[in-house]
């Protein structure tokens, strides 16, 4: 059996999930990111002297690289989710299951995130990039939920990393609200793997009391999401992606 080169696959185990309302959050939440305050504030013109690593796609430096670096993820995900509706897996499930019903949101709204910053970029976005999903078997759920949990893990640590190097306001509240949504994506599918396991060791520097009698916040860890630097993702995104449509990030800093 093929496995999946990201990060650590999801622990198979049947899911206990109860039915779940329909995430209409999901669906609709993307399709206002704030568009105006994100085009008001418009790309720079960056035009930096750059030397791209061979044979990879540089995303660039500055506010448009950061843009970029969310666009090539978003691409990614919409991708994944789009061949996702493809498979057997998915088109076995019952129509008006919860399962089903999160992959649809989650396809929409990973579509709505790629086509936001493709327009928010315009002439600086970088090329449409050519996934490549060959290690994901697309009618086995475990496997599917598995790179699911890895691509919005990496989303989610990737937006938290990228932070500290958006210099305009208006981009850093942009990815502040597009991550705390990845989260959720996060959490759900998660949750379809085994409920009630979003937060994890894996993703979350988990606190823990020095003892059950100590004062608040006494112990150890921060009980902060864990974060990834762009060039530790790209490293990562590169497995699911062709040749000719590898990234680097080597100019985000």
């Known amino acids: 059996m093929s496995s999946i080169p990201t990060l650590p696959p999801a622990a198979p185990g049947a899911c206990s999930m109860p039915r779940l309302p329909r995430r209409s959050f999901l669906r609709y939440s993307g399709a206002g990111l704030a568009v105006g305050g994100l085009l008001l504030a418009g790309c720079d013109d960056d035009d930096d002297d750059i030397i791209t690593p061979p044979g990879t796609i540089d995303l660039g430096s500055g506010d448009n690289g950061v843009l970029n670096y969310a666009y090539a993820l978003e691409q990614l995900e919409a991708a994944f989710y789009a061949q996702v509706k493809t498979g057997a897996y998915y088109k076995g499930l019952a129509a008006n299951s919860a399962e089903k019903q999160v992959f649809d949101d989650l396809a929409i709204h990973e579509q709505i995130h ?140």
Do not use: C, W
């Open 114 to 253: 790629a086509d936001f910053f493709r327009k928010v970029l315009d002439t600086k976005a970088i090329k449409a990039l050519e996934p490549d999903f060959s290690t994901i078997k697309f009618d086995d759920r475990n496997s599917v939920l598995g790179a699911a949990k890895s691509f919005e893990d990496l989303g989610v640590a990737a937006y938290n990393g990228a932070g500290r190097y958006i210099q305009t306001a208006a981009y850093l509240l942009i990815a502040g609200k597009i991550v705390s949504v990845e989260a959720r994506h996060a959490a759900l599918i998660r949750d379809l793997i085994n409920y009630n396991t979003f937060v994890a060791s894996d993703v979350v520097d988990l606190f823990t009391p020095t003892s059950g009698t100590s004062a608040p916040g006494v112990g150890s860890g921060t009980g902060k999401e864990k974060s990834m630097t762009p060039n530790d993702v790209v490293n990562m995104a590169n497995k699911f992606l062709k040749d000719g449509s590898k990234i680097s990030a080597s100019n985000i800093k």
